[in-house]
């Protein structure tokens, strides 16, 4: 056997090899991906759920109350009924009154609107949530600034992508700055879960003009976000607090597809309300402009 003949021999032997190897790799993981594996989850206490915003808009302002339960229960988390619900700020003070068919809902008259610059505290009692007998009392407070007016917006066409994007012209101001961004089409809120909501902070326009930035983008592929000429399209953009922005990022995370090796170690989502309550209370101030689509 020449040298050359023996060096492809070898080569070919490694080859194999390699290939070999290679493949029983890939029928371990195939097979390992389809195993299953029952994991029991152990049921811990309960807690109180709070959930609400209220805004700079006059309208009926909800706060929800619900209790926690274990993560395999089909069932929609039980709402909390006859609680004592209340908003206090300066020297003025509101109770929220239950809906008369949603349990553990609490809502404000029509006419209320909360205001920039100003803390308000939600307070609540009269719940005993683990049915020991002793009623309990939270509470959590949130205040925003204001925010300047938009300037305008525009519809930008992206056909290639079967995107439209809409962009944005408005002052920033100097202070540090957290927004939330939701879309209304004809009177139609698009962004009707918080996986929809965009959220940011100022840090590439702090300041600064922001001169058509592109803030929120439509699926030309969904009906529901498909453009027409003669559609109204509203941008609605809400300062936060930073407290809230934080809430709302890990929420989107936490609710998401998950990788072991590149997703952020579970855990439950920060809370601002007392007592171990989890779930968040948040004042936003809210500004608007629309555009008819050309």
Wanted: net charge negative; with cysteine.
């Amino acid at each position: 056997m020449t040298p050359k003949s023996k060096m492809l021999t070898q080569l070919h032997r490694f080859v194999k090899m390699v290939a070999t190897t290679a493949s029983a790799i890939i029928m371990f993981f195939f097979t390992s991906c389809t195993q299953e594996i029952d994991i029991p989850l152990d049921s811990t206490y309960t807690r109180l759920v709070v959930w609400g915003e209220i805004s700079s808009d006059t309208t009926v302002h909800s706060i929800y109350l619900t209790k926690t339960s274990d993560f395999f229960n089909p069932s929609l988390p039980q709402g909390v009924s006859n609680a004592v619900v209340s908003l206090s700020w300066n020297s003025s003070s509101l109770i929220l009154i239950e809906n008369d068919t949603v349990q553990g809902l609490y809502q404000t008259p029509p006419n209320f609107y909360a205001l920039s610059n100003t803390l308000y505290r939600l307070n609540i009692s009269n719940v005993d949530i683990n049915e020991d007998g002793i009623s309990e009392e939270y509470f959590a407070e949130s205040q925003v600034r204001e925010i300047g007016h938009i300037d305008s917006i525009k519809i930008q066409f992206w056909p290639a992508f079967k995107y439209v994007s809409i962009r944005l012209w408005a002052k920033d101001s100097i202070t540090e700055d957290y927004y939330m961004i939701r879309v209304r089409k004809n009177g139609i809120m698009l962004s009707d879960s918080l996986r929809e909501w965009a959220i940011t902070n100022d840090v590439i326009f702090n300041g600064n003009n922001t001169n058509g930035i592109d803030v929120y983008w439509l699926d030309q592929k969904r009906e529901d976000e498909k453009v027409q000429p003669g559609d109204t399209i509203t941008l609605e953009i809400s300062s936060i607090p930073k407290e809230y922005f934080d809430f709302l990022w890990q929420v989107y995370f936490a609710s998401g597809f998950q990788t072991p090796l590149f997703s952020q170690t579970p855990g439950n989502v920060v809370s601002n309300i007392s007592n171990g309550a989890m779930g968040h209370f948040a004042v936003i101030f809210t500004r608007r402009a629309s555009v008819v689509v050309q």
